[in-house]
């Protein structure tokens, strides 16, 4: 079952309460059923940031991330909802959105995630950004295209009695590091060996039991998932049959890659041959 608007489904976009300068210019929006974060038609990096954001994000939460609640919403011609700085506005069509959470994003200390209610996640988080090749939140050695880290893409939701929860989001630059439309049918991406996501202060909290059940959970991944997850994108996002097809096949034969070659690259000699 898709993750997208099973818990969270809004119908109406009442204002706008908060415009963002981010690479998708995320509009903070009061809907019919609460705040919510919206990215739309229109944004600077495209609509393939929309849908690498919607695919990521249901990668994760079949993978047993915890995730922003997110669905699909419906912008009309007459919502008026401008993006950052850019001088136009969201254009109608469908648009991604995500439900507002009690959290904060990572200051680089040590507070959040020595306080994790799962500490396991981040062993877990650091094989999901390597399977779907996500740069935005630490960037892997010898990509084409310089990426800063980027601690505001870790999310840590407040559990109550000083405990957070880690939240796996923000996923419109995965899968390729130019244009996806056009790199899709690059075979080279299935085997692309680098790490990502592995930032230095991770190193403590890689568990090696956790990393050997990820890798088996990925294993399990099928290419039925996969369609299900790509057929879900919106043609208007300028989703073809072919790019649909290309792309499960790289989720799919990339999950094999990932589940067979991780462990080697995460932990230890003497952790792999306990």
């Known amino acids: 079952m898709l ?10 976009l009442r204002r706008v309460i908060e415009t963002f300068p981010s690479s998708t210019r995320v509009l903070q ?5 609460g705040v919510g974060f919206l990215k739309g038609i229109g944004n600077p990096q495209g609509t393939q940031a929309l849908a690498c954001e919607l695919v990521g994000t249901e990668l994760a939460a079949w993978f047993g991330l915890d995730t922003v609640e997110f669905s699909l919403i419906n912008v009309k ?22 439900k507002l ?11 959040y995630l020595s306080r994790l209610q799962s500490p ?7 094989i999901f950004d390597t399977w779907i090749m996500n740069p935005d939140r630490y960037p892997p050695r010898g990509s084409l295209i310089p990426t800063p880290e980027n601690r505001d893409n870790i999310l840590f939701e407040h559990r109550g009695g000083g405990r957070f929860k880690l939240i796996a989001f923000d996923h419109t630059h995965c899968f390729a590091e130019g244009d996806i439309w056009e790199e899709l049918g690059n ?6 060996d680098r790490v990502f996501g592995f930032f230095p202060e991770f190193a403590p909290y890689i568990e090696r039991e956790c990393a050997i059940e990820a890798a088996r959970k990925l294993r399990g991944f099928n290419r039925e998932t996969a369609v299900e997850i790509v057929n879900s994108v919106p043609r208007e996002w300028g989703i073809t049959g072919q790019i649909s097809n290309q792309w499960a096949d790289l989720i799919y034969l990339r999950s094999r ?9 995460i932990l230890s000699q003497g952790e792999l041959d306990v």
């Open 120 to 126: 396991s996640v981040v062993t877990k988080l650091i």
């Open 101 to 111: 959470i009690d959290g904060d994003t990572w200051d680089g200390g040590d507070v």
């Open 187 to 192: 075979n080279d991406l299935i085997s692309d």
């Open 29 to 33: 929006v009061m809907t019919d059923v």
């Open 3 to 12: 993750k997208c608007g099973s818990s969270w489904r809004p119908t109406e």
């Open 77 to 98: 011609d007459d919502d008026v909802l401008p993006l950052h700085n850019v001088g136009r506005t969201v254009q109608a069509g469908p648009a991604f959105i995500c």
């Open 257 to 265: 890659f990932v589940a067979d070659t991780i462990l080697g690259k």
